[in-house]
């Protein structure tokens, strides 16, 4: 019963995904007019938004299908095998972990608002005195 419901609702993500993925491309489409015709590299926003949605999903399945494989193996393989037990702790917490980082990623704002907190906290530590760790070197000011 468990495995049925798992299906519906897998599948309703990837319906939901697909929805607004399909919304995303004619919203696109209905906007291309308004844009101009320049040369960009950059990808358009629905676009960057479709690669991060299917992203997410794509990582949710990948981490709920390896989820799902160590907790079936686990009445074959010694339930106490630290190893085991590591793996399965993250692919439970890995999609909460790495898609939290794929929306930062995604987010030009967010970079750049880290970025500059970031260069802030160096400066600051920086007329401290205090060592400052860049790329595992340690440089005293």
Same mark, same amino acid.
Do not use: W
């Given at each position: 019963?468990?495995?049925?419901?798992?299906?519906?609702? =897998?599948?309703?993500?990837?319906?939901?995904?697909?929805? =607004?993925?399909?919304?995303?491309?004619?919203? &696109?489409?209905?906007?291309? @007019?308004? @844009?101009?015709?320049?040369?960009?590299?950059?990808?358009?926003?629905?676009?960057?938004?479709?690669?991060?949605?299917?992203?997410? =999903?794509?990582?949710?399945?990948?981490?709920?299908?390896?989820?799902?494989?160590?907790?079936?193996?686990?009445?074959?393989? @010694?339930?106490?095998?630290?190893?085991?037990?590591?793996?399965? =702790?993250?692919?439970?917490?890995?999609?909460?972990?790495?898609?939290?980082?794929i929306l930062i990623c995604a987010d030009p *704002?967010?970079?750049?608002?880290? *970025?500059?907190?970031?260069? &802030?906290?160096? &400066?600051?530590?920086?007329?401290?005195?205090?060592?400052?760790?860049?790329?595992? @070197?340690?440089?005293?000011?």
């Open positions: 019963m468990g495995i049925l419901r798992d299906i519906f609702l =897998m599948g309703l993500m990837v319906l939901s995904s697909g929805y =607004m993925v399909a919304l995303l491309c004619r919203h &696109k489409r209905q906007c291309q @007019h308004l @844009h101009t015709t320049s040369l960009s590299l950059r990808a358009s926003p629905e676009l960057r938004a479709t690669r991060t949605i299917l992203l997410l =999903m794509g990582l949710f399945v990948l981490m709920y299908f390896v989820d799902c494989v160590f907790s079936s193996s686990s009445g074959q393989m @010694h339930s106490e095998d630290p190893t085991r037990l590591g793996v399965q =702790m993250l692919a439970g917490n890995g999609y909460a972990t790495l898609s939290a980082l *704002q967010t970079l750049r608002f880290l *970025q500059c907190t970031l260069e &802030k906290e160096r &400066k600051y530590l920086c007329r401290a005195g205090r060592p400052v760790i860049l790329s595992s @070197h340690i440089i005293y000011f």
